[in-house]
């Protein structure tokens, strides 16, 4: 099986919208042309959250109508610049939601890290509440492989990044640590590439479609690196990133 990941496409209303130097549909655009120029075939598309900068409609319809050039499914978990409401429960053509979906013999299980703050906006740092985790402790019972895809890394980096990954990250990877089936765990949020296998299980940060970090910068500062993984799944797991 072939899987594309994409995260943090950070589109606004308008197409011609500048993030820290960066126009994101154009990113998102040469992304496309990337993908188009792979030979092998792709099964599935998952996008891990900040699909939009600014949680509007608009940007989710630049979305919806790029992606739609596709010829395979598009399934999105949400992000802590995603309007929830906007994303999940309109209807697009392309860009896809569900709990849960299974292809060729593995699971893949979709999780909501988004934090709320008191007045309701959402956080930048990431948490899985307790019916997150139920859902997680769930796999034991199932049979297939699964990976699961959120948008705020567990992974830390020894970076100015840990600053804002998932806040109950131990609690999560011993959850994942006990459950042999979970075989990845896919998030964004970091806007870099990092992977790392902890005990049975890989943990991955995909690139940024849009802007770009770097361990070695100043928090925030471009990096110029934007891209996103295939990932062929197989006996083993491997990747291949590609950066536009």
Not at 158 to 169: F, G, Q, T
């Amino acid at each position: 099986m072939k899987l594309l990941h994409l995260s943090d496409l950070h589109l606004c209303s308008s197409p011609e919208a500048i993030i820290y130097g960066v126009n994101p549909y154009e990113n998102l655009q040469k992304a496309i042309e990337k993908i188009k120029a792979i030979k092998d075939n792709i099964d599935l598309c998952v996008v891990t959250g900040d699909i939009s900068n600014d949680g509007s409609e608009a940007s989710y319809e630049l979305a919806d109508n790029a992606l739609s050039i596709l010829p395979f499914p598009v399934y999105v978990t949400n992000g802590n610049h995603d309007d929830y409401q906007n994303l999940m429960e309109h209807r697009h053509r392309k860009l896809l939601s569900q709990p849960m979906i299974s292809l060729q013999g593995v699971d893949f299980l979709f999780l909501n890290s988004v934090a709320l703050a008191e007045d309701g906006s959402n956080r930048s740092k990431g948490f899985l509440s307790d019916k997150e985790l139920e859902r997680v402790k769930r796999i034991k019972d199932q049979r297939n492989p699964t990976i699961i895809l959120m948008h705020h890394p567990a992974l830390t980096t020894n970076s100015w990044m840990d600053k804002r990954i998932l806040i109950n990250r131990e609690e999560f990877s011993s959850v994942v640590a006990s459950i042999p089936q979970i075989i990845a765990v896919l998030s964004g949020h970091n806007h870099r590439s990092f992977k790392r296998d902890i005990g049975h299980c890989l943990f991955s940060t995909s690139p940024s479609v849009s802007t770009s970090y770097s361990d070695y910068l100043r928090p925030y500062e471009e990096a110029y690196s934007p891209g996103f993984d295939i990932i062929s799944i197989s006996q083993e797991i491997t990747f291949n990133t590609i950066y536009l």
